[in-house]
């Protein structure tokens, strides 16, 4: 059985960090490509940040560019999304998402889903 579970979501002040965490369960995330999106009620998912499974390459969207960092750690099994000097526009749903995207920020480009985990940020 094929799942993601996000973790560390919260609630933090204006300028304030956060770690988010993506762990899968029934398959390894080395070999596939791994998006994390966000999405806030009335609006559609948007696309966050993609990490490449093999060859380094990460993406971001323009809102959390210079903020936001993705990493990996294999043998975790587990993908990152550290978030700094957070703002109260990055409240939101957040999940992470596994597959082989040619559009890396689109979720339909996704096969697997996590079940979210809420990012407040307020002060």
């Known amino acids: 059985q094929y799942q993601l579970v996000e973790s560390g979501g919260g609630l933090v002040q204006p300028g304030g960090s956060l770690r988010l965490a993506c762990t899968a369960s029934?398959?390894?995330?080395?070999?596939?490509?791994v998006g994390w999106f966000r999405q806030v009620p009335g609006k559609k998912r948007e696309g966050v940040s993609f990490?490449?499974?093999?060859?380094?390459?990460?993406n971001y969207a323009n809102t959390v560019r210079g903020r936001f960092t993705i990493s990996r750690d294999n043998g975790e099994n587990t993908v990152y999304l550290q978030m700094n000097n957070l703002e109260v526009e990055d409240t939101a749903v957040y999940y992470c998402?596994?597959?082989?995207?040619?559009?890396?920020?689109?979720?339909?480009?996704?096969?697997?889903w996590g079940q979210g985990t809420q990012v407040t940020v307020s002060s």
């Open positions: 990490s490449h499974p093999s060859d380094g390459t990460t």
């Open positions: 998402a596994a597959g082989h995207p040619s559009l890396v920020l689109l979720p339909d480009e996704y096969d697997y």
């Open positions: 029934g398959f390894s995330l080395d070999v596939y490509g």
